[in-house]
């Protein structure tokens, strides 16, 4: 290992001296170029007039050009942007220059194909990453969920309709090891009623998933990838509201809006949604107990404890544009839920009360200044605090039935009779700072301090005063040395996190019989590369590799000393997760055409789980299962002028148990090893058509129609190598197909969009027999002013 | 290079094709095996959270072999394997659904015969049949307050009757939830065993032990018994109760969590008696010099009793080891020390005609069931069983 390090220093070391002997000028004219919301223009070409001498900005928007001394005009183009030109008297050494480009109006409609977006710069990161601009799909009915489920690698299989639970997964990996963030901090912050589910997708700009390899600014122990989403960050006025109405009692409202003044600076920006549905779709063939017959049933029945709501609100205040800060921003927000939940994994497990709900407060700080040290350092600083309590009332001695009634029972609905609240508080701080050392290097580096309170009791028998709460804290600093050669064609990324956590928590000791603390600190090195490199203009390939840990939790290593004992041995989880991939890009008149394709390797060790001890009825969390997961995905994006886009993708994710021996021996061969793992989907695929056209009826509208084909090949629920072969259950091919149309007015103020879902009524679902809802329809009506 | 965006969408259209074409596996076909079994097994294979337990059945367990690649039936998805097993059926309660269930093992698959809800119980702690078509299970309420029991006609599932046990003893200072041990019955009377705990599962220093007249279920006696802690594990995942052809029912202690601290006791009451047998106690743990003893005993026949324990010398995994011990002397009467060490599950012997079956889990990849004839003190060598799993979590009988 100490090898691996030197040779690697040593590498590293060498390229970078070299490179600096290489850029080493007089009269350099460096600079950044950014877009009128203040973002980095990527690709623009800067020009020094009369000559044949430019350059195209970087994914920061910088360029740096050699000029001889004296007076020189530059000139800078970008596609949707008005040309801009500078005389500048260039001297020796170093001039800086910071460029903001106006919007051309006029042009805008071509932008989409010739204009290289930020979600093109970003698929060609040495990052493995999907990234999804959600403007194109501003005026769609759906949730972040369903449109995140039709990319790539992406897997999410969800329990019922709006505002169930879902097991998100990437890659194949799923659960705790995939984690979630809005603009580069933990969801979690915003409280559960802000979820996958619930956020709606007019509050993104865009969402980019890092599947496997997650770069460092997005800190924590996400082990098998993580989810940014990138909400709207323009500095002008606007306001986006939108309303949705659908089947099953779905209402979903939606408004974001933001105020500058232009003088100052200073920003007012106001996020609001509220999402309601009944949930009642109409669940097929389902057990009815028939008294008169003495005998269960099949009947088609509506689900009848499945109603859902959630409000967010988040306020932001702050101040742009001034030379001690880019952005400076303080909020507030506040989300509530309440949810009933209809039924478990099983769906032959009914439940008619259960529910639960919750709030929560989030105060943050933001802090943005590039540029700073002769525009070398970049700094991005993040300090929120949160209070969330999530209450799940299960008190009702009943059992239901799926036709409403119900008969009483021995135990309450989960069985545990109680009215458990969880309150937790967190203080969640992130400093970023970028250093560019030089031409093509620079550094980053990440610490994250997470500390996390929970109190969790239940009503019925506890107070909150009686409770000492179990504590976690997490820090994260994460360092990451990036290196671009031959004019950026090629960028390799080397990084290293190092994670120390300490966790606290009271556990009941049997012998003394009382509540004693007991703790433990832990550390752990995470480390990985990500390279890529361009071929030609058109076609890149790009690869990386990460060990990455998903660390334990207080009630994981701790147990609680009741029903569930400790297991001090306990590992956090690991994976080793290799990408390899190839993406090509190119217009052909007025045909775009994108084509990516993608291998990936999850070798995953040590995944937590709680097992029962046999012998008392307690349980403990032991690592216990290895996987490894193979998979090819590839995508193919054509587009035809404005008037048609198609999206194909298809994946295949073959996991197999590698848990090599039986019962914790080490040397009975388990017979389960390295067959393929049950109750996962293997093939799945997608495919979206839309086609519009522009000003129809009138000037400045569009019509666009839209077809969407989710394909999700069958799977065995149980091994597919054991049991007789007409025993072994499947859960069935299943093909959804959905429809949509929306028309757009006065360039998109006014949008109606109306989508059926699942058009063909087909019997779908994620789980086995978990039914999901059959043909639904939504309509919307979304303004926006910008 | 269109030539590379063609291939490119040649080769997704390709998957798309081939992924239309794979063909979902077939319920028809298979291996058919017979209409009626007289034994089973339930094999345990993966690594958690993707165990599955596959049920096999066979007529004769002396020879042959039970193969799991051609066949045997998932279980998981139709019930728990909290098997009450008479006369070729399977009772089974699905606590989570709030079904009781019948089952039968019929051309090599679990078959449901019959179901109907049933919620008064959380889950089967105890059982015993009252006669060959007349179960009794008993169990507590969610919150442990009160112990209950239902009657149930074991041909169509229907309840008999239904109540609390009344009259036991109230629930002392700092002790709120019940505990359900063994059970039986001789004579129109119930034995039962029971216990108190509180919230953090901490137990009294005895347990109790209750006389009930079954006729209309008044409790005609209960007393403590400070000999030991802790009842039996008597649910149907279990069998670590029996009753000997002198009508004298055995049961032991397990203290729940302390039992590492704790020695487990074999207890005792005779037909006709009032309560339990004072004068009888048989320290388990002491016979097997404080190993860890398992829970399950079997009882072979003239007053001879099989015990499990694992024997942590021979390391932590696949060190179960068997012997025959006499109840009246106390004293280990056999070492089973042809059998190689098992990696004990749940429940993997069992007894017929004075004969012990073994389904033993062993290191080696030849797993057998291995027969003891007690009427020629004898082992040898059954039937091959699945290897390399993690263990058996049922071998039993369907007839008795």
Known sequence: MKTYWTITFAVISVLFHLNLHAQTAVGSIKGVVLDENSLPAIGATVMIDKTTTGTATNEQGEFVLQSNLGSTTITVNYIGYKPYSKTIAVKEGTQSLRIKLEQDLAVLNDVVITAKSKVTSLKEEAFTVNAIDMKQLANSTMDLNQILNKTSGIKIRQQGGVGSDYNFSINGMSGKAVKFFIDGVPLEMLGKGVDMNSLPINMAQRVEIFKGVVPVHLSTDAMGGAVNII?????KDYLDASYTIGSFNTHKVNLNGQLKDQKTGLIMRVNTFLNKSDNDYKMKDMKIWNTNTNAFELKDVKRFNDEYQSLFVMGEFGIEDKSWADQLFVGVSHSLFDKNIQTGADQEVVYGKLKQDGDANNYFVKYKKANLLNDKLDINFYTGYSKSLETSTDTVLRKYSWDGSYVPSATSELGGYQINKKHEDRLYSQLTTT????????????????????????????????????KMTKQILSLAYQQD???????????????????????FNRETRLDEKVKEPYDNWGYGIASTFKITDKLGVKASYEHSYRLVEPDEIFGDGVS???????KPETSNNYNLGFYYSNNFADHFVRAEVAGYIRDTKDFIYTVQNLHNSTFKYENLTNILTKGIEGEVNYQYKDLIRVM??????YAYNNTKYANNSNDVVSATYKKEVPNQPWLFGNVDVSIGQNNIIQEGSRLEFHYGLQMTEWYYKNWQSYGNKRNIPTIPRQTLHNVGVSYSMQNGKY???????????ALAYDNFKLQKQGRAFYFKFRYALK | MKLNIYKSISLLCLFFVLGSCSKEPSSAGGYQGEEDYNYFLLSALGSWPNTVHYMTATNDLTQGQMDLKKEGDEINTKGTYSYIVKNGYIYNYKNDQGILKKFKYTNDRLVTIKEIPYTYISEISSFVWIDSKTLLIAGTTGNAGEIRYTIINAEDLSIIKQDAFKGLTPFPDEYNHYMVGAITYFDNTLYMQYGFRDDKWLIPDYYNFATIDYSDFTVKDTRVDNRSTGVSNASPYFHTTFTTENNQFYYPCFPRVQSDDEDIYLFRVNQGETSYDADYSFNLTKLVKGKKVETILQYLGNNKMMVLYRDKELGNSYNGRYILADLETQQIVREFKELPSDEPYEWGTFVQNDKLYFAINSKDNNNYVWIYDSKTDKVTQGMSIPTNISGYARFDKFYD
Not at chain 1, 751 to 761: K, P, Q, R, S, Y
């Open chain 1, 485 to 507: 050669f031959f004019d950026k064609r090629w960028s390799n990324i080397f990084f290293a996190k190092y994670y120390k956590v300490d966790l606290e928590k009271l556990v």
């Open chain 1, 231 to 235: 909400s709207n960050g323009t500095s």
């Open chain 1, 564 to 570: 569930v004992t400790a297991n001090m041995e306990l």
């Open chain 1, 435 to 470: 250093y560019r050392i030089a031409e093509n290097h620079k550094f980053t580096a990440n610490y994250t301090f997470d500390y996390l309170k929970n109190t969790s009791y239940n009503t019925l028998v506890n107070k909150k005063s009686d409770i000492t709460p179990s």
């Open chain 1, 751 to 761: 949008n109606f969009a109306l989508d059926c879902t699942n058009i063909g009524d």
């Open chain 1, 648 to 653: 194909m993708n298809i994946t295949y994710n």
